[in-house]
Each structure stands twice: as structure tokens, then as C-alpha cells.
């Protein structure tokens, strides 16, 4: 029964992405047929935001509820959709690249690691990401599987990128950062947009979106896109087998304040399945084999939210989603389900304090297919997690100092009650000056793996002949406990002068209970051979400290450049009962520099011109993840290149070029997982691109 089902499915793809294909056209035909008398507000020219109005952008990631990006008192960067755009990057992670103190590494064609300030993974289980309010991360790894995560990159208004923890407000996993993206609401993408392109990486990527209105304050988009990635190269040569494509289609629905009320309704489903060489243990010789295989998923997400503003400094909103996924490899699969609820209520108390409450419940159900590889002790698990909030921001001074306390009391299945509080003091001499510190706990709690799993990592041959073959397994752990983290801030903000603003921050990071190894030696199978037991334990501590620079510098009208710097030094400690085995390293994959430099030129009204330079080196560790060892080669330190070229033949029409990594033809970025046997390269890419609008 299970191999009629899997070539059911394996002889599917084509005919699903005929349907999506004709769907694509079907609904383009149908818009042109149509025609389109409403106005898209999509914007094709260099923003004519000077750097003032860039400093005074409304940003929420910090405290939950809009303030100016100038004067927080955290190290957040905003990417603008005309960075984004005019970066030339084809999926998210590649524009996280532009903040300041954010580690991508691709580790091959579908897979990433992101990180911030270090305690990077192809997992990233330090970093809290949101979508429009929905957390996508999975608490199978406390992961996020970043190819499944996928938006119509034209229809984003801004990605939040707070370096730094963010657990005061939103609770547990936002460790090292929190990365909230932000989309355009619908009455702002007005009409039909279609994308049609390709080249090297990705071979195929193309999108169609149709934004129209129902009444006055009613707006609507959909959208249904797909895309296709070509093999990269093998570290050792050849092919890396990490093809992958994924389609997916989605709604937003917008109903504009109407006596004060605010509603939203967006969803999305996808489907995607990427090539991946996979190890298969065997306790008979050659004991580790390499299976080519096909990674599948599958899942869907609908999120409502209704906002009630009362004032300007009063409001009530009440968010609630669903998100649902299959995940599908051949050494384990996992069907997850999550329920989400979250109230927000904002108002004023007295002349000089604003307070921020609120609380929230989420829902996990997830269903696990074992294999003898991989086994979870709980094939079935139901998990829940209920927490309440509270801030205050008090004006010391008016609009020259403002203290805010706050606190988040969490409970969680797995280590019960956490408790994170923080405080940020902002100083504000000038309205272009800002000065801020802060100090907080953050917490990140156990995943499912690690408190209940067991895999079978790889079998040794013996060596001597006389002596018996190893088998490596490692074991979650059920007393594995929250990794903690205190953390030091300061920084200082300022525009000196009308075209030039800086960004200056340093932090120090001191942690305890990080994620380690313990090597036990189990002899109940000899003499058949001999097993060592990796158990997960709370082994490691330490402190990360380091520092961040960002710098705009709008040279004219029609060009601006900016540059940012990060540094970051380690200072990590292995607990004695602790093994090292390679799991320090595998932790704390992460660069010591990090350098961007970039250049927004308009050549002529209708034809921009950007360049992007980066450095990545000083890596602290080989990046080989959770939780196999088998890479335990350094990355090497790299440049990079990106440049695009656009022209807007007219209003609708816009043709591009990108190039990406263009000095050299391949380089090593990371180490993959456990689920790959193959060290891949990214290669130098190009890509055109044709985009319509009516």
C-alpha cells in the first residue's frame, strides 16, 4: 500500500504544475479580458524618500505598536520593498542579506541558514520569524524551513529586522533576533502584475497577482506563483542533486477602517518537492550509503485580524491563524497542525505613560511516520503554549527621554513557566539624534527532537579487522532544559546632515544551558559491533560580544549608497561532562565579519542601475548543524557580487537583468544537515526578468 502511494505522488508533479501553469494563464487571460480601470500603486522609481522620512518610517517589531524607526531603542534596520527589489534577490532569505549582523548561508538550492549574532544553523532555532503577525517557526527542530516560506516578493512593504532578543513581547525563540515581514495591504496593489523569467538560478520563476475592490473600503488581491531551481555544484565535483520547484497560490483581503474598525484575511497554500542525496544507515557494510530521494511538502495557512482604534494612542486587536503542513523525507515524516490566538491592547495612562498588554494561546499537533532511522518517542504529540504580556513606556521627559519596562510570562509543555523581562532607556537630545541601551532575558525552549527522539547517524566499519564496527546514534533528551540568554545593548543613532544617517551599536550576549553533546558507550550489542549514544544536554556557556555599523549616504537625488559593517567575537565554554564532538562548532557557525556595500544609481528616469558587495569571513566554526558531525571542514572566507539592471520600457513595462556572485564561479557558504550527504557551492547566477503591469 505505502509504494502505490509513493508513486501516486511521484508521478504527480507534472500534472500538478500543468494545472498551476493553466491556472496562471486562465486568470491572466481573464484580467485582460476584463480590463482594469483601477489604479496600481506600485512604485517603479527610486524612492523619493529623503533620509528624514526614511528615519521617521512607523516600525512595530520593537514594542508592538508603531513608533519612528529613528527613535527606538533597539539595533533594528528596515529593508524597504525598493531595496528588495532593487537587490535582484528571487526569495527572502537572500534579502535578509541586507541588514547589518544577519548571516545567510545558503547551504545549497533549497536550503538556508540564517542567523543573527551568531548561534547560526541551517536550522535557525535562535531566531523568531513573522509574517505578516504568523510565526513560521516549527517546533519539530525549532526550526524554520525557510523554502517553504515564500510571498510575491513585489507585493512586501518592509522587512523588520531587530538584532537582538525579542522575548519581552514575543515570548520564547526570539533568542538571537526577531525578523518581522511585512506585506503591502491590498488597496495598495490595485490591478494585474505579471512576472515572467529565468536564467541560470532559478531556472523558471514566474507570478501573476490580481488586486481589484469590492465597495469603497473593501479591497482584495490574489496571486499564484511558481518557480524552479536548477542543480548547484558539488564541493567535490558534479552535480549536488538539490533541484527543487514550488507552487504557490494565496488572497489578501483588506476592509479599511469604518468607525474605527480594521479587518484582514490572507492565506496561502504551496506545494514544493526538491531532489536531496540522503544517508541511509545499515548495520551491515558499508554501514552509511547515500539514497538519491525527493523531499516533499505541503501545507496551507489562513489568518484573520481585527483592529479597533479607539484613538491615536488607543487600540484593541485580536489576531487568529491557522497553519498546516505534511513533511515528507524518506528517513522520517511529519504532519503538524497549529492553532494560534493573540490579543493586543494598547492605551494611554495619564499624561506620560503608554501601556501595552495583552496574551496569547497556540495550539501544536503534530503526527510523526517513524523509520528505523528516525524514531520520535511520541508518534503523536499535542503541545500548547499560553502567555500574557505587559509594557510600559514612560516619557521621563517629553520627547526627550522614555524608559520602558515590560515583561513576558510563558508557559510552555516542556519546561513549564519562563519568565523574560527587559528594559530600554531611549535618550533623545535632538530630533536627529537618538541614544539607547537596554538589558533583557531571552529564552529558548526545548524543540521536539530534543527532548524525545532517537536517530541513527551513521555506522563505522571496523579498523582493525579486529576490532567491532561503531554505530552513532543520537538521543533527544526529555530533561533537556530552555537555553538562556542575558543580554547587553547600547547604541547610537544620528543624521548629521540632511544626506547622511549612521547606525552604531554594540552589544554583549551572556549564555547558558546551549545545546551540547554527551558521548555514552552502550556495549549491549556487541559483539555484533558497538554503539555510542550522543545524548542532547544543556553542556554549554558563555559570552558572544561584537559590534554593528550601518551608514546611508544619499549623494544625489538619483543615487544613494550604503555600506554596513559586523563584527562578532566568541567566547563559548563547554561544560566538563560536556563532549565536544564537533557540537560547539556545530552551533556556532558564524562569520566574524561581514561587510556590504551597496549602490542605488538611477542611470536615467527609467533605467536603475545597482551593484552589491559583500565580505563574509573569519568563520568561528564549521556550520555543519544539528546534529551530524560528518562535515567539520571550515568555510572559507568569500566576496561576493550582485548587480541588476532595469528599464521601464514604459508605465507597465519593465524589463531586468541580475547577476549574483559574480567574481567567482562557485563558493562554499555552509555545511548541510543530517538530512544531506552532499556539500554543495553556490555558483554564479544570472537572471531576466519580465514584468507587466495594468
Known sequence: ??????????????????????????????????????????????????????????????????????????????????????????????????????????????????????????????????????????????????????????????????????????????????????????????????????????????????????????????????????????????????????????????????????????GDVYHLEANQDMPQVSLSPPGRQTTPAVWSQTGGNILGRWTRTFSDRAELSVQAYYDGERFEVPIINETRHAIDLDIRHQFQLGARQEIVWGGGYRLNMSAFDNTEQVRMLESSQSKSVFNTFVQDQINLVPERLRLTLGSKLEHNDYTGFEVEPGARLAWTPTERQTVWASVSRAVRTPSQFEQGSRMELTMLPSSPPATPATLLVLEGNDRFNSETLIAYEIGYRVQPHARLSLDLNAFVNSYDGLRSKLNQLDPSTLPAYLTVNSTLVNGISGETYGAEIAATWQVRDTWRLSANYSWLEENLRLAPEASSGGAQTARLSAPEQQVMLRSSLNLTPRVDFDLGLRFVGGFSGSGSGLPDDTFSSKVESYFSLDARLAWRVNPNLELSLAGQNLLEEAHREFNPTFLSTVAAQVPRSVFGKVSWRF
Not at 490574489?222 to 542533486?241: C, L, P, R, T
Open 1 to 266: 500500500m505505502k509504494t502505490q502511494q509513493k508513486n501516486a505522488f511521484q508521478c504527480g508533479p507534472n500534472r500538478r504544475r500543468h494545472t498551476f501553469t493553466l491556472a496562471l494563464a486562465l486568470l491572466t487571460i481573464c484580467r485582460l479580458a476584463h480590463g482594469t480601470n483601477s489604479t496600481n500603486r506600485d512604485d517603479h522609481e527610486l524612492l523619493k524618500l529623503s533620509l528624514e522620512q526614511l528615519m521617521s518610517m512607523k516600525v512595530t517589531s520593537v514594542s508592538k505598536k508603531e513608533e519612528k524607526l529613528s527613535g527606538t531603542a533597539a539595533a533594528i534596520s528596515v529593508i524597504t520593498a525598493d531595496d528588495i527589489q532593487r537587490s535582484g534577490a528571487n526569495n527572502i532569505p537572500d534579502a535578509f542579506r541586507l541588514a547589518p549582523g544577519v548571516d545567510v548561508g545558503r547551504v545549497d538550492a533549497h536550503t538556508w541558514a540564517v542567523g543573527v549574532r551568531g548561534l547560526n544553523d541551517t536550522f535557525s532555532p535562535g531566531l523568531l520569524t513573522l509574517i505578516d503577525g504568523r510565526s513560521i517557526y516549527s517546533p519539530l527542530f525549532s526550526s524554520t524551513f525557510w523554502m517553504a516560506q515564500d510571498v510575491m516578493l513585489e507585493d512586501l512593504s518592509r522587512i523588520e529586522v531587530v538584532r537582538g532578543p525579542g522575548s519581552t513581547l514575543w515570548g520564547a525563540n526570539a533568542f538571537n533576533g526577531v525578523i518581522n515581514i511585512v506585506s503591502k495591504p491590498a488597496d495598495e496593489t490595485q490591478g494585474l502584475l505579471v512576472n515572467a523569467g529565468g536564467g541560470s538560478q532559478p531556472a523558471v520563476a514566474s507570478s501573476v497577482r490580481w488586486g481589484d475592490k469590492l465597495g469603497d473600503n473593501t479591497f482584495y488581491r490574489i496571486y499564484g506563483k511558481y518557480d524552479q531551481w536548477n542543480d548547484f555544484e558539488a564541493v567535490n565535483g558534479g552535480s549536488a542533486n538539490d533541484r527543487w520547484w514550488k507552487m504557490q497560490g494565496g488572497f489578501r483581503l483588506d476592509q479599511k477602517p469604518v468607525a474605527g474598525n480594521e479587518f484582514t484575511l490572507q
